[in-house]
Each structure stands twice: as structure tokens, then as C-alpha cells.
């Protein structure tokens, strides 16, 4: 699994090899740590995966501007979460090629192109879809319940938020006498704690988008139903 954002760090946990995840400014992911503790109740061959498919979520949140100093409106997370599954079909030559010649096209939307562009993700195969977003929805489920201990933390130390994972992270803007790596780990998982809030139920397989151009069809198993015969069909 190659990362752009995000670096790797093998270890043991229970006599089973793991590993964690390192940003580049050699900050852990302790999210990601968390779930890794998580995987290890599936086989060995499932936990590989499950990390593999949540350390990719991970780079292309951070890429996508999500971990950034300035937090991402509303609107903006939930384009990241929505254009995410979009973007494992379609892969990110095709993703991007079709941002860029949409002629309506609002330049809030450029992100995408870029994101993908730096990635380089090839289109995710149909038949890898349901364990890569199962993986998925786990951890957004566990980051959910870490945004909440956060907050009950920040509380704790007396930090003024509105209960919310988005108002942590505003708070947390601030200067607060907190050792930076708890301010770190606080802030990450407040924001992955908005992601998950976001994506409530879960983030599901796409649908097919009509394209134009030649090669433009990606999944040669399930194409799309033919309209022609919908009248029939119907009948």
C-alpha cells in the first residue's frame, strides 16, 4: 500500500504483525492505532485489508484539506465524504478528466481534480467494493466514539466547546495549556469525529455516472441497464 501523506511504521500487537501510521511531521494517528487494536478480532487476511482500505481514507482525507489548520466548511466535508466512493470507482485519472470538463464546474469543486490527481488511485475493482467499504464504515464507527471521549476530556480540562466535534476543534484553535501532542491527538480525532458525523450512515458503494468517450466504461460486469427495454420491463 503506497501512502503520499502518511507513513508506516511495523510492529507487533498480540504476536501478530501491524502496523501504525505516522503523519510526515512524524505525528501518530492514534485513530487509526485504535482500530488497528480493533482488527486483530478478524482474520489475519481481513485485518491486512481492513488497515490497507483505512490507511488509504486517511491519505485522502488529509490530502482533501480535512486535517488542514483551517477547518473545512460544512459544505466542503461533506463533498470530501460524498466524492470519496466516487472516487475509488472511477479512480483518479478518470475522476479528475471529468471535474475539469464539466462546464458547470464551480471552482469550489477544483479540490477534487487535485486530490485526485495527486493521488493516482487506479479504479477500485466491482468486487472489492463491499470489504473496502465494510472496513471502512467500522472505523468511521470507532472514530465516532473518539470524538466523544475528546470532548468528556476537553471538559475535563476545562476547555469551552458546544458538545460538538467541530467546536472542539475551533476551541482548540486557541492557546490552551495542554502538552501540543494531546492537542494533536485531540484535535485529529475531533475531526474524524465530524467525518463520522457526516457520513451517519455509513458511506455505500456509488452508482454508475454517465460518461462520455470512448473507454469511459470502467465496470464491464455490471453495466448499465439498457433503456430500451425498460418499457418491456415494465409491462
Not at 472511477?90 to 477544483?110: F, I, M, N, W, Y
Not at 485529529?188 to 454517465?210: E, H, T
Request: net charge positive; glycine share 6%.
Amino acid at each position: 500500500m503506497s501512502l503520499k501523506n502518511l507513513k508506516r511504521e511495523t510492529t507487533t500487537r498480540n504476536g501478530r504483525k501491524t502496523y501504525r501510521l505516522h503523519t510526515l511531521d512524524g505525528q501518530e494517528v492514534e485513530a487509526f492505532t485504535r482500530f488497528a487494536e480493533f482488527a486483530q478480532k478478524y482474520s489475519p487476511r481481513t485485518e491486512k485489508r481492513y488497515l490497507e482500505v483505512v490507511g488509504r481514507l486517511l491519505d485522502y482525507l488529509i490530502e482533501a484539506g480535512v486535517f488542514s489548520d483551517k477547518p473545512l466548511t460544512a459544505r466542503r466535508l461533506n463533498a470530501v465524504i460524498d466524492a470519496y466512493p466516487t472516487l475509488l470507482r472511477d479512480g483518479s485519472l478518470l475522476t479528475s478528466k471529468r471535474v475539469q470538463e464539466h462546464k458547470d464546474a464551480s471552482p469550489d469543486d477544483c479540490w477534487l481534480a487535485q486530490t485526485a490527481t495527486a493521488l493516482r488511485w487506479s479504479p477500485l475493482k466491482p468486487g472489492s467494493f463491499s470489504n473496502t467499504l465494510a472496513g471502512v464504515n467500522h472505523f468511521l464507527e470507532l472514530s465516532e466514539s473518539l470524538a466523544r471521549e475528546e470532548i468528556e476530556r476537553a471538559s475535563l480540562l476545562g476547555i469551552e466547546h458546544n458538545g460538538e466535534p467541530g467546536g472542539l476543534v475551533k476551541a482548540l484553535q486557541g492557546k490552551i495549556k495542554v502538552p501540543s501532542a494531546e492537542v494533536h491527538r485531540m484535535r485529529q480525532n475531533s475531526m474524524l469525529g465530524s467525518v463520522a458525523k457526516y457520513a451517519s450512515k455509513g458511506i455505500r458503494r456509488p452508482q454508475r455516472l454517465p460518461t462520455s468517450g470512448k473507454g469511459a466504461q470502467q465496470d464491464t460486469q455490471n453495466k448499465d441497464f439498457p433503456l430500451e427495454f425498460l418499457f418491456a420491463l415494465i409491462n
